[in-house]
Nanobody, 121 residues
Framework: QVQVVETGGGLVQPGGSLRLSCEVS????????MGWYRQTPGKQRDLVAE???????DYADSVKGRFTISLDSDKNTGYLQMNNLKPEDAGVYSC???????????????WGQGTEVTVSS
């Protein structure tokens, strides 16, 4: 059974940094895609950053130059390095992965449970 688990959230002061991790475990051939999404109360879940297995990345305009997404395919773990955090970056960050269980099977999407980021002085 595939599991997606995010860690690394917490409380940080404005201007500080956090690194979130998204670990995929279980029977996996490859993580095709990983996206980090942020949700705040009363708002929809928005895409913050995404990366493909080939290394192509994309970011929301609000985080460009401050956040960096990466994917370690050997460890099936992705990371979101967040620098110069602002109060508006706060929220629950969830990881979505498109996973190939076997080389010849269709891929399946999985969500993690989320990790909360609070940016406050």
């Amino acid at each position: 059974q595939v599991q997606v688990v995010e860690t690394g959230g917490g409380l940080v002061q404005p201007g500080g940094s956090l690194r979130l991790s998204c670990e995929v475990s279980g029977r996996i051939f490859r993580v095709n895609y990983m996206g980090w999404y942020r949700q705040t109360p009363g708002k929809q879940r928005d895409l913050v950053a995404e990366i493909s297995s080939g290394g192509t990345t994309d970011y929301a305009d609000s985080v460009k130059g401050r956040f960096t997404i990466s994917l370690d395919s050997d460890k099936n773990t992705g990371y979101l390095q967040m620098n110069n955090l602002k109060p508006e970056d706060a929220g629950v960050y969830s990881c979505f992965c498109d996973i190939l269980a076997r080389w010849n099977s269709p891929s399946t999407g999985y969500w993690g449970q989320g990790t909360e980021v609070t940016v406050s002085s």
